[in-house]
């Protein structure tokens, strides 16, 4: 059995399923990259087509870990057919925010909180039509702090392409100036 990360404090939905945590994040999601009926981003916001909920599933949703799994597809490649090393560091950002969000109450990270590090390990190339996991494990996440693992793996075969770490800062309440 896994072990609660140090300093974890306990998730107010600690005690809800698995689809109850899914439907929670797929609703954060739309807050923070709202998009119409369509699925279509309604905002320019950087990074808004890889959170459309048509191009990607939750596959695992609990307090220390979250996978989500998709397909590369042609707006996230570079000139020679694979994933673009910007679009890996995003996807990182991202869902590993998303991963936070599982513990998240209106008076503990209401918000995706704001990136201090985010490191990116390119391991293998990983070619447009890939069909990829993106596993989160949330090391810590204290009252200002987290830090969260990234593994980028290759669906089918489990390889290896990609990982990271991202430390992110709540800043609610604001700090006064």
């Not at 910007?86 to 990270?109: Q, R």
Request: charged share 20%; aromatic share 6%; hydrophobic share 35%.
């Amino acid at each position: 059995t896994k072990q609660s990360p140090k300093n974890m404090r306990k998730s107010p939905d600690a005690s809800i399923s698995s689809e109850e945590l899914k439907k929670k994040l797929i609703n954060w999601i739309s807050v923070i990259f709202p998009t119409d009926e369509d699925g279509n981003p309604q905002d320019a916001g950087f990074g808004r087509f890889l959170v459309n909920p048509k191009n990607y599933s939750l596959l695992h949703v609990s307090p220390t870990e979250t996978v989500v799994e998709l397909t590369v597809t042609r707006d996230m490649v570079n000139g020679y057919g694979n994933m673009h090393g910007g679009c890996t560091a995003t996807l990182m950002d991202i869902f590993s925010s998303v991963a936070l969000a599982v513990n998240s109450s209106p008076s503990f990270w209401p918000y995706a909180g704001v990136s201090s590090f985010l490191s990116t390990n390119f391991i293998d190339p990983i070619p447009e039509g890939t069909k990829i996991k993106i596993q989160n494990q949330v090391l810590r996440q204290g009252k200002k702090l987290a830090i969260v693992q990234i593994n980028i793996l290759h669906s089918e075969t489990g390889k290896l392409l990609a990982n990271g770490t991202h430390h992110k800062m709540d800043l609610i309440p604001l700090a006064k100036l």
